[in-house]
C-alpha cells in the first residue's frame, strides 16, 4: 500500500513561516523523485519544489528564495519549509512521488492558509 501523509498546514501571519512534512512508505520514497505541489480555489494545482533521489532541489519562480525542500531518508520523508510567507501562498499543499517526472501517487493534502 503507498502511503504519504502530509502535516504541519495551519494558519499563519503574512511574513511568518511554517514546516510541512510528508512521511512516505519505504518503497516510495527510495525510488521516486519527491514533490510539493499546491492548490489555491479555483486554480489548477502547480508545482511548489521538487527533490530527486540525490538531492537535486527545484523550484517554482514564485517560491524561489523562500521555500526549501529537504528529504530524510533515514525518516522517509520530505519538508518544505516555508519562509516569508506571503497571502498568495494559500492553498492546500500536497506531496506527490513521482515516476519519470510525472505525479505518481499523493497524499490527502494539507491546508495552509495566509492571513492577518
Known amino acids: 500500500q503507498v502511503q504519504l501523509v502530509e502535516s504541519g498546514g495551519g494558519l499563519v501571519q503574512p511574513g511568518g513561516s511554517l514546516r510541512l512534512s510528508c512521511a512516505a512508505s519505504?518503497?516510495?520514497?527510495?525510488?521516486?523523485?519527491m514533490g510539493w505541489y499546491r492548490q489555491a480555489p479555483g486554480k489548477l494545482r502547480n508545482m511548489v519544489a521538487l527533490i530527486d533521489r540525490s538531492g537535486l532541489s527545484k523550484y517554482a519562480g514564485s517560491v524561489t528564495g523562500r521555500f526549501t525542500i529537504s528529504r530524510d531518508s533515514a525518516k522517509n520523508s520530505i519538508f518544505l519549509q516555508m519562509n516569508s510567507l506571503k497571502p498568495e501562498d494559500t492553498a492546500v499543499y500536497y506531496c506527490?512521488?513521482?515516476?519519470?517526472?510525472?505525479?505518481?501517487?499523493w497524499g490527502q493534502g494539507t491546508q495552509v492558509t495566509v492571513s492577518s
Open positions: 506527490s512521488a513521482l515516476a519519470a517526472g510525472v505525479p505518481s501517487y
Open positions: 519505504g518503497s516510495i520514497f527510495s525510488s521516486y523523485t
